[in-house]
């Protein structure tokens, strides 16, 4: 218990040490978030257009996969 | 180079490199967090207060680390008209400006009780500060121009010019008298910190890197989905056929 108190007061540090790592978690997990949030945003938009453009787009996309997997 | 430019190609190669980049950010990761906050030992000088170090220089290595990036892509942008280049260089400066904030806010948090100030306008402090003032002038610039290619242009001229600014970083420390401490890690005589320091630091240098690294193909990625939305767009809008761009 008192090994668990120490760890979370840093020896009289915790209140420099604890928001130094909060603050860089933070950032890091909002750039993580924001990123992929816009490549799925991003991706089904296309996906969209893709579809609107008709079936001839979107056979020739069909084969470069085929051709990708080969 | 310029096989590399062909965005096919290269989605199928950052496709395949993708999952070991999130490994090498996770496992060095939690490794580092775990050694630098259980088991590497406080220091005799600054107490526990040193693990702030563990953020702190990954933060300020990766703002050098990711500007020298975008220099370079900057330079092969604007000497090859390599398109890849000015996407990479586009979506590198958010995540550098993210690091050198993170560089001067875990610095004043270890500042404060170190130095018993905040803030003290030092070489080391005063350059690292210029460099976030590079990195939001280099957003800004992409934006700036109705012609996104005068962006991009003026963009990566002052990403070259501002990496003058990267030597004076490194050596503010030896240069002039700083409250900052020299380097420990990098220098020419080798580490002069202790390897239970040392290694956590490592591994969460490693870590930083790979997270840069993984976050950097995700958004060129990204971008090049949306610059073929956009080239789907122009084609519909050319055929006549307004209604498949119609949201």
Same mark, same amino acid.
């Given at each position: 218990?008192?090994q668990i108190?120490s760890f ?6 915790? @209140?420099? *040490?604890?928001? /130094?790592?909060g603050? #860089? @978690?933070? *950032?890091?997990i /909002?750039?993580l978030? #924001?990123t992929?949030?816009s ?6 938009s296309?996906?969209?257009l893709q579809?609107k ?5 979107r056979?020739s996309?069909?084969?470069t ?6 | 180079m310029?096989?590399f430019?062909?965005?096919?190609r290269f989605l ?5 490199f ?9 496992l060095?990761?939690g ?14 000088q600054q ?8 953020v702190?220089?990954?933060?300020a290595?990766?703002?050098?680390f990711?500007y ?8 092969i942008?604007?000497i ?13 400066s958010?995540i550098?400006?993210g690091?050198t904030f993170?560089a ?7 500042g ?7 803030w003290?306008?030092?070489?080391r402090?005063?350059?690292v ?19 996104p290619?005068r ?10 010019v501002g990496?003058?600014n990267v030597p ?9 008298n ?5 380097a ?10 202790h390897?239970?320091m040392?290694w ?11 997270y840069y690294?993984t976050?950097?193909l ?8 949306a610059?073929?939305a ?10 006549g056929?307004p209604?498949?761009v119609?949201?």
């Amino acid at each position: 218990m008192e090994q668990i108190e120490s760890f979370f007061t840093m020896g009289g540090y915790g @209140a420099y *040490v604890w928001p /130094a790592y909060g603050l #860089t @978690a933070a *950032v890091m997990i /909002a750039f993580l978030v #924001t990123t992929l949030r816009s490549l799925r945003s991003r991706r089904k938009s296309l996906d969209t257009l893709q579809a609107k453009a008709g079936p001839r787009r979107r056979r020739s996309k069909g084969a470069t996969d085929k051709e990708s997997s080969s | 180079m310029h096989r590399f430019a062909n965005p096919g190609r290269f989605l199928r190669l950052s496709g395949r490199f993708l999952p070991w980049s999130v490994g090498l950010t996770v496992l060095p990761l939690g490794f580092g967090l775990y050694l630098g906050l259980f088991v590497a030992p406080a220091d005799y000088q600054q107490g526990e207060s040193v693990r702030i170090m563990y953020v702190h220089v990954p933060s300020a290595w990766l703002a050098l680390f990711i500007y020298t990036n975008i220099a370079i892509a900057s330079a092969i942008a604007l000497i090859w008209r390599h398109p890849l280049a000015d996407v990479a260089a586009k979506v590198s400066s958010p995540i550098g400006a993210g690091f050198t904030f993170l560089a001067l806010a875990t610095g004043s948090l270890w500042g404060k009780p170190m130095w018993g100030a905040w803030w003290v306008w030092d070489a080391r402090l005063t350059s690292v500060l210029v460099l976030f003032f590079l990195y939001l002038g280099h957003m800004a610039l992409l934006n700036a121009f109705d012609d996104p290619g005068r962006g991009r242009k003026a963009a990566a001229v002052l990403a070259l010019v501002g990496f003058v600014n990267v030597p004076i970083i490194k050596f503010s420390v030896d240069w002039w008298n700083t409250l900052h401490q020299p380097a420990s890690v990098l220098r020419m005589e080798g580490p002069s910190i202790h390897a239970e320091m040392l290694w956590p630091l490592l591994l969460m240098a490693l870590g930083f890197t790979f997270y840069y690294v993984t976050l950097l193909l995700v958004r060129m990625k990204s971008e090049l989905l949306a610059a073929r939305a956009r080239a789907l767009r122009l084609t519909a809008l050319e055929a006549g056929r307004p209604e498949a761009v119609a949201p």
